[in-house]
């Protein structure tokens, strides 16, 4: 547990030589600290130039900022000191914060930690700041930020609402006497489960599209020996990234590029020539070839002419083409570049179709929550059709799908994970 007894100051941007480098504080001697340093603690949210000094010795002139508690990203006093980005004044800095009583250097994450800890963020929100942070594409960045801004959270939130409705309905049936509650509170009950259990299978389906996003597509690019993966890898990939012969089988062994393709992460694989292996090792490549590919997202499958019977079987989005259009009748060159911009069109748009049905619930742990709720909630449904109206069963459903709602926003049920969590985080975050 975090010592929020202590204030805690890091380096907040990149360190090394900069124009601005920023660092926070967050604590109950943030202000103090203020006004050691620069002589006093400026309006509430407006920056204020201040000469900072630590007694006699001049250490920077720089931006000032204050946020005292609640209203603060931690949820206690913070403060910011913007300064000249260089090595010497950011240590500098750092050495009279940490010589201050009660100071100390944060840890990873440990910011947001105290932002957990005192509900300015949900877990979710927690995890989309994460998100963002690593985000290397458009998508991944709109994802991140649908998440940061607590949608998710209020969407369990929504559904909670309605379980405990539909719990607190039950449970007067059980506890009160027949004429104090309604003769049968099924019907309302059977329509809040039925509402939350549509939502959580929506909202569910979306969750593989939505680990996509966060980890990458993968394409694979496949055919027989020879003709013209690797060559059409290396053109996607602006590199020579794998070896190309005139030679069959030259490529043994899965080759992965990941680029950023139309806003989305993708990994491209170049994979071996699909035929009869001539040696143990090609045979071994083949097979790897073809489990890589049936594990895709989306296969470009390329045939060596028109007629030809692809090398594997073409899934519904997958793209079958002919290369090497500059020595015969094909769809593209990856010598000559004709037809790339058809290529990469054709991926976007298959990995946008399937981007788009993404939800909120982005990580595994979200779809382990509500694969419990939905069971609770099948069960509880159960009981309410059927004879045997025994309201306590249901009434004891209804409550563990509250409890699995109130682990995906963070509730219970967590803090094994919340050092996995914040180890990702960098320090000043």
């Known amino acids: 547990m975090v010592n929020h007894a202590d204030t805690i100051f890091a380096l907040s941007s990149t360190r090394g030589k900069s124009g601005i480098a920023v660092v926070r504080l967050s604590g109950p001697d943030a202000g103090g600290a203020l006004d050691r340093l620069a002589g006093g603690r400026p309006q ?5 130039f201040r000469v900072l000094s ?4 001049i250490l920077d002139e720089a931006l000032v900022l204050w946020f005292p508690h609640p ?8 403060a910011e000191l913007h300064l000249h980005g260089s090595l010497a004044t ?9 010589g201050q009583h009660g100071h100390r250097l944060a840890e990873p994450g440990e910011f947001t930690r105290r932002a957990l800890e005192n509900e300015r963020l949900d877990l979710s929100q927690v995890e989309g700041l994460s998100d963002l942070i690593e985000a290397e594409t458009e998508a991944q960045r709109q994802q991140a930020l649908r998440v940061l801004s607590g949608a998710l959270g209020a969407r369990a939130a929504s559904w909670r609402a309605k379980l405990v409705r539909a719990a607190a309905l039950l449970e007067a049936t059980i506890d009160f006497a027949e004429e104090d509650v309604p003769a049968d509170v099924r019907p309302e009950v059977r329509e809040l489960v039925a509402k939350v259990t549509a939502d959580l299978l929506e909202e569910s389906a979306g969750i593989g599209m939505a680990e996509r996003i966060r980890e990458g597509f993968e394409v694979a690019i496949v055919g027989p020996p020879n003709v013209g993966k690797s060559t059409l890898l ?8 794998a070896i190309t012969s005139d030679i069959a089988g030259t490529t043994r062994d899965v080759i992965e590029v990941r680029m950023d393709l139309r806003g989305l992460p993708v990994t491209i694989l170049d994979t071996a020539g699909l035929r009869t292996g001539r040696d143990e090792i090609e045979a071994l490549g083949v097979a790897k070839a073809r489990e890589r590919a049936q ?4 296969r470009v499958i390329l045939t060596e002419h028109r007629a030809a019977t692809p090398a594997i079987e073409p899934r519904d989005d997958d793209i079958v083409a002919v290369p090497k259009s500059d020595i015969c009748d094909g769809d593209l060159s990856a010598d000559t570049g004709a037809g790339l911009d058809w290529l990469v069109h054709e991926i976007g748009m298959r990995l946008e179709s399937r981007a788009s049905l993404a939800g909120l619930a982005i990580r595994e742990r979200h779809r382990i929550a509500m694969a419990r709720a939905l069971d609770s909630l099948q069960r509880a449904a159960s009981q309410l059709e059927s004879d045997s109206n025994l309201a306590e069963i249901a009434a004891e459903e209804v409550r563990s799908a509250i409890r699995a709602l109130d682990s995906l926003a963070g509730r219970v049920d967590v803090e094994h994970i919340l050092d996995d969590i914040f180890a990702n985080f960098c320090i000043g975050k």
């Open 90 to 98: 950011v240590d500098a800095v750092l050495r009279s914060l940490g």
């Open 295 to 298: 594990q895709a997202d989306l």
């Open 44 to 48: 509430p949210r407006r920056a204020s």
């Open 234 to 241: 290396n053109a996607l990939a602006g590199r020579d990234a």
């Open 71 to 78: 209203d603060s990203f931690t949820g206690e006093d913070v």
């Open 54 to 57: 630590d007694g006699d010795v």
